[in-house]
T-cell receptor, first 113, second 114 residues
Framework: EAQVTQNPRYLITVTGKKLTVTCSQNMNHEYMSWYRQDPGLGLRQIYYSMNVEVTDKGDVPEGYKVSRKEKRNFPLILESPSPNQTSLYFC????????????FGSGTRLTVV | AQSVTQLDSQVPVFEEAPVELRCNYSSSVSVYLFWYVQYPNQGLQLLLKYLSGSTLVKGINGFEAEFNKSQTSFHLRKPSVHISDTAEYFCAVTLMDSSYKLIFGSGTRLLVRP
């Protein structure tokens, strides 16, 4: 089954403790992206990657890092999480040539206390 | 700058009534248009999309949307809603440039009452 897999689904952590949210897709998509969803703001792009070793900032990149060492994986790293990063995070992938739109993971609900 | 505007943050409606969720966009490049639905405590599901051709597109669960280029709108409609349609609906555009960026509106919460 074609899918984007995120882990974990839920995470509670403390301020300053480094964490990684994993994202993996099995569709051989070139594009991958991370979004955060906050009430009243919709989904905002954090980082995106057009292919292996090619990443760029989205609209709200502060406090986040990403890497794209393999085509299928695109982890989101919070080096020193803060309470304002409490949010619902989605990973998505796409292949521009297919025009099928983006496929989204199930989301990761992160709480930073 | 490109943007997507959903004018209504919440739309309450009675079961079996028709509904329209409004979406307008602004972009200097051509776009693909999408509607996504998010049921409570779930991820995003593609409802329908407009890429080209007929401006009226049909999606899952009886929803349809009409692309109006002159008004840069892509409103979502359903002639008769069900309780199970209660969810948050997001309008989004993908830029048809090298960024292929997906930009979302702020969402509309559809609340269907019995």
């Amino acid at each position: 089954e074609a899918q984007v897999t995120q882990n974990p689904r839920y995470l509670i952590t403390v301020t300053g403790k480094k964490l990684t949210v994993t994202c993996s897709q099995n569709m051989n998509h070139e594009y991958m992206s991370w979004y955060r969803q906050d009430p009243g703001l919709g989904l905002r792009q954090i980082y995106y990657s057009m292919n292996v070793e090619v990443t760029d900032k989205g609209d709200v990149p502060e406090g986040y890092k990403v890497s794209r060492k393999e085509k299928r994986n695109f982890p989101l790293i919070l080096e020193s999480p803060s309470p304002n990063q409490t949010s619902l995070y989605f990973c998505a992938s796409s292949s521009p040539g297919t025009s099928h739109g983006y496929t989204f993971g199930s989301g990761t609900r992160l709480t930073v206390v | 700058a490109q943007s997507v505007t959903q004018l209504d943050s919440q739309v309450p409606v009675f079961e079996e009534a028709p509904v329209e969720l409004r979406c307008n966009y602004s972009s200097s490049v051509s776009v693909y248009l999408f509607w996504y639905v998010q049921y409570p405590n779930q991820g995003l599901q593609l409802l329908l999309k407009y890429l080209s051709g007929s401006t009226l597109v049909k999606g899952i669960n009886g929803f349809e949307a009409e692309f109006n280029k002159s008004q840069t709108s892509f409103h979502l409609r359903k002639p008769s809603v069900h309780i199970s349609d209660t969810a948050e609906y997001f309008c989004a555009v993908t830029l048809m440039d090298s960024s292929y960026k997906l930009i979302f509106g702020s969402g509309t919460r559809l609340l269907v009452r019995p």
